[in-house]
């Protein structure tokens, strides 16, 4: 029988609604043999998770979607078997919280100068077990508050990036994020190529350091498969994918809706060993 995996979901430690021991359970009723915890800027939900994994025999690889940008454009880096002891990462992914703390005032901020006076940094740290915290966060607040009727609405209307409550993350490029973690001993993948769209960056990051792209992702036709399995093969990088679950936040998706055999997991594990 074919082992599958499914490198991509997040955790109550970002913005997700889901707990570790959840995500587990999940993963178990969906059949998978490998699942990889990729909370956005930090590591906190990984070691829970390979805790609660023991009963069923998963296995969990350390992951973690790091923020970056470049010419105006959110670029996310997932990380994939790095050292998670690795001290120089640590205090990277420390400062990285610590500035989604900064960002989050800002925009609650923002928001009171709006007239929306009924929300605390407090509340939105309620919503994650770490300082973790993001848009979502946000969103779900001022549509419990009554604001808005839906946490698209929240984006559209306050919180994308051309909105009026719209603070920058960290400042952080994807080449210093893809070197980030392979000093740490891991493997950078390029997350959801398709929705980004810096195809014409990937040369540039695959000599940089790059080692795969996210291919197999919710919604994807085909067509759009193939395009980004010819582009891995044609720069030497590692295929994966995975749901990019994150609870009941994102109701389209969930562990285990993407599922890719665990002999892609084996080549991204080789990857890790190369110059």
């Not at 994150?246 to 002999?263: A, E, F, L, R, W």
């Amino acid at each position: 029988m074919t082992r599958l995996a499914d490198l991509h979901i997040h955790t109550y430690f970002s913005d997700s609604t889901s707990s570790p021991e959840e995500v587990v359970e999940q993963a178990h009723e969906q059949g998978l043999d490998c699942i990889s915890i990729s909370d956005h800027d930090t590591i906190e939900g990984i070691e829970p998770s390979a805790e609660a994994a023991k009963k069923y025999n998963i296995e969990v690889i350390a992951g973690i979607e790091l923020s970056s940008e470049i010419n105006g454009i959110d670029v996310h880096v997932l990380g994939y078997l790095f050292d998670l002891h690795d001290r120089e990462f640590a205090d990277c992914v420390d400062r990285m919280q610590n500035e989604r703390v900064v960002r989050m005032q800002k925009m609650i901020d923002k928001l009171r100068s709006m007239g929306i006076d009924n929300i605390t940094s407090e509340e939105v740290s309620g919503l994650t077990r770490s300082d973790s915290l993001g848009r979502p966060h946000l969103a779900t607040l001022l549509r419990e508050k009554g604001w808005v009727t839906s946490t698209q609405m929240a984006f559209d209307k306050y919180l994308a990036d051309d909105a009026p409550a719209f603070v920058p993350k960290f400042k952080q490029t994807p080449y210093e994020a893809i070197a980030l973690i392979r000093k740490a001993g891991g493997v950078a993948v390029l997350a959801h190529p398709m929705l980004t769209h810096v195809d014409e960056l990937i040369p540039g990051f695959a000599e940089a350091g790059l080692g795969g792209l996210e291919v197999y992702y919710p919604g994807n036709s085909d067509t759009i498969t193939r395009f980004y399995e010819g582009l891995a093969k044609k720069y030497g990088l590692v295929t994966t994918g995975g749901s990019d679950a994150h609870g009941s936040v994102k109701n389209h998706t969930y562990v285990g809706k993407v599922k890719i055999p665990y002999d892609l997991v084996e080549k991204l594990k080789d990857a890790r060993c190369r110059p």
